[in-house]
């Protein structure tokens, strides 16, 4: 063994301990990948900017397996693969999306948001049918470009949620940006480089005082901004440089704090000073973003499943598990960790997105991804129709499984399952590649000096801890394998064809595994699950229960029914058909003692997703709490304080993972002795 001193482009002085186990293999642990180098074969960023740590491989390289490619052609025999039948919106007649002169009655951000997640869904999965269907909106906005550079809608009202008309409201353009650079990375289309540097150049001659106007725009360019730099990275196009810095002097100021307390616009803009910093390389702006995102779970996140309370806006006073988030909010919160990862390298925004992903989003629709609801709690045992407000921020019937309404979400939720599964793997400035997410999917890739490399990953993570990597290249190459170890996971174990490995591994880094790979080696990676109880002193002492990246809710059972909708599309309410308002007995010493994890088959229809079907559950002790009701409006009551007094007995109760169930209680009281 040998100790192997770098430093970091952050200046972090690095200390790993490398396993020798013979000539042409090293195994350390490092924090990031060293960026000292260029990858030869995936683009990265161009100089000035600084080097990114991992770098996106084209669209279609990953093929995700087993429970997420089921989640992916869920959402595609879903409402958002069909949601042409159902939205007014993606109608084509009179649709100023399509309209060479960008005429018509609707052209917002609805189209942009539903192709976002409805393409890359489609590119992921390979459905040729939806990559055909894409391609009909896709070439009309670049067909359709103007004379002057301008692309998209300009006459008509943009949106209920806006004032601004036509040209002012940049805001649906940056979606549509994001679309075209998902059709470029798959299909390799020219066109859309031509198209974005024109359409900047046209910007670049706004003034700055008529530049990013109105509060959707100004909230939202960071996402121009990233697609200002990945225009540059692909083009070498200097100017480009300068009009990222317009982009982010006229930006609201996510850099010296909180710009607005919108749920969905903290998720989707929170980073944007950590992209300017690419530019900027100002460590403060770097920081900004952690900053943030603290300061938003500090003050609304103290509850379990990674996301906070902001059931349209944040408010003072509503902090608890009963307040939730848009369904818009959980998918650009997972969009803006992966962003973030690639952009720093620091694993704690995997872990972060990982939180979301599992314990969240599966959560906001039903098991067959038929319908969805605007809002999702931490803590709701029922799930109606009828208005929550004023004790959640937004009126109307916003817990409602309905496919027909919730206009943003109904259309930008598709996005979260398909990005995803297109992050699950990077490229690594050193000719590597890295396993990042854990899912089981196949990855083929150039590494090394240029020999294609298959990657076969196959695990049931996040319900187990065994990873097993199975590679194939072309031919021997040598190459680096970097491997995430999860924050919560002290003793990952590594094992190189059979033979056990001891790195001197730590959360929250990597294992990088430097060698020649040859046909069917075989890498195994287990990330021991602990059992551990998180508990949410600011939230009336309450706990939640988790299982290595897995938080558990009360298995409530669920009674489903029709309210509405069609035939085809029905709208669903939820309610509880067994009790809810338990508190848990938690032995004070050790509380681990409390609870026992029992694992059940994978289901054979890969959809882990439901009570019924989650292949892990706990049993633990509880007791019923007779005070704690759902109000008049059934949304359930302010959790009580712990310890909480109640004389009801001891009862062995069933917990099931988060993200399985859709009526749930995941902070608990925790019942006096």
């Not at 897995?550 to 599309?569: D, H, M, P």
């Amino acid at each position: 063994m040998k100790k192997i001193i770098s430093f970091l482009a952050s200046g972090i002085l690095l200390i790993a301990v490398a396993c020798t186990t013979r000539p042409d293999e090293t195994v350390t642990v490092v924090q990031v990948p060293d960026t000292g180098t260029v990858n030869s074969f995936y683009t990265g960023n161009r100089p000035p900017l600084q080097p990114a740590p991992f770098i996106k491989l084209p669209i279609g390289a990953i093929k995700p397996e087993g429970w997420l490619k089921k989640e992916l052609e869920l959402q595609a025999d879903g409402f958002h693969g069909h949601l042409e039948e159902i939205s007014r919106y993606l109608q084509k007649e009179n649709n100023a999306w399509l309209d060479p002169q960008g005429k018509g009655e609707h052209g917002w951000e609805e189209m942009p948001y539903w192709l976002k997640g409805y393409s890359n869904c489609g590119y992921v999965l390979n459905n040729e049918s939806m990559i055909r269907e894409a391609g009909t909106w896709i070439h009309a906005v670049l067909r359709n470009q103007r004379e002057d550079g301008w692309i998209g809608p300009e006459h008509e009202k943009s949106g209920i949620a806006t004032h601004l008309r036509g040209r002012a409201d940049l805001w649906p353009n940056m979606v549509m940006l994001t679309c075209l650079q998902n059709y470029y990375e798959y299909a390799g289309n020219d066109s859309v480089l031509s198209l974005m540097s024109r359409y900047f150049k046209y910007l670049q001659t706004y003034p700055d005082d008529k530049f990013l106007v109105g509060f959707w725009p100004k909230m939202r360019a960071g996402d121009m901004l990233y697609s200002t730099y990945w225009l540059y990275n692909r083009t070498g196009e200097k100017w480009l440089l300068d009009f990222a810095k317009k982009i982010h002097r006229n930006t609201a100021r996510w850099d010296t704090g909180i710009a607005s307390w919108h749920n969905v616009n903290i998720a989707q803009a929170f980073g944007e000073p950590a992209t300017y910093w690419i530019q900027s390389k100002d460590p403060g702006d770097l920081q900004a973003a952690e900053r943030n995102w603290q300061t938003v779970r500090e003050k609304y996140g103290q509850v379990p499943g990674g996301l906070f309370g902001g059931d349209e806006n944040c408010r003072p006073g509503y902090t608890g598990p009963r307040q939730a988030i848009e369904t818009c909010g959980i998918v650009e919160d997972m969009l803006s960790d992966e962003v973030l990862v690639r952009i720093t390298g620091n694993p704690v925004w995997a872990d972060r997105c990982e939180n979301d992903a599992f314990n969240t989003l599966p959560a906001a629709f039903t098991p067959d991804m038929k319908a969805l609801r605007y809002l999702t709690a931490p803590n709701m045992p029922q799930s109606d129709s009828m208005s929550k407000c004023p004790g959640i921020d937004n009126c109307g019937p916003m817990f409602w499984m309905n496919p027909h309404i919730h206009r943003c979400c109904q259309h930008n939720s598709g996005q979260g399952w398909p990005y995803y599964a297109e992050n699950l793997w990077y490229a690594t400035p050193d000719n590597g590649l890295a396993a990042v997410f854990f899912s089981a999917s196949d990855v083929t890739a150039k590494a090394g000096n240029g020999v294609t490399v298959k990657i076969s990953e196959k695990t049931h993570y996040p319900f187990e801890d065994k990873i097993e990597f199975i590679i194939n290249p072309d031919t021997s190459v040598a190459f680096p394998l970097y491997l995430r170890i999860p924050g919560w996971c002290n003793n990952p174990e590594l094992q190189i064809n059979g033979k056990k490995i001891t790195p001197d591994a730590r959360p929250q880094a990597y294992i990088k595994i430097a060698r020649v790979f040859s046909k069917e080696d075989r890498i195994t990676l287990i990330l021991p699950m602990p059992l551990y109880i998180k508990k949410w002193e600011k939230n009336k002492k309450s706990v939640s229960v988790n299982y290595g990246p897995l938080t558990f809710s009360l298995k409530i059972k669920e009674n489903y029914v029709q309210k509405g909708g069609t035939e085809k599309w029905p709208a669903w309410e939820i309610f509880p058909a067994s009790a809810w308002n338990y508190g848990l007995v938690v032995d004070d010493q050790l509380p681990e003692r409390s609870f026992r994890v029992i694992r059940k088959p994978w289901p054979r229809n890969d959809m882990p997703f439901t009570p019924e079907n989650a292949p892990v559950e706990i049993q633990t002790q509880a007791r019923k709490i007779p005070a704690w009701k759902l109000d008049e409006k059934g949304l359930v009551q302010r959790i009580p304080l712990s310890p909480v007094s109640t004389t009801e007995p001891r009862e062995t109760v069933t917990l099931v993972p988060m993200g399985a169930a859709r009526i749930r209680i995941s902070a608990f009281p925790v019942c006096e002795k």
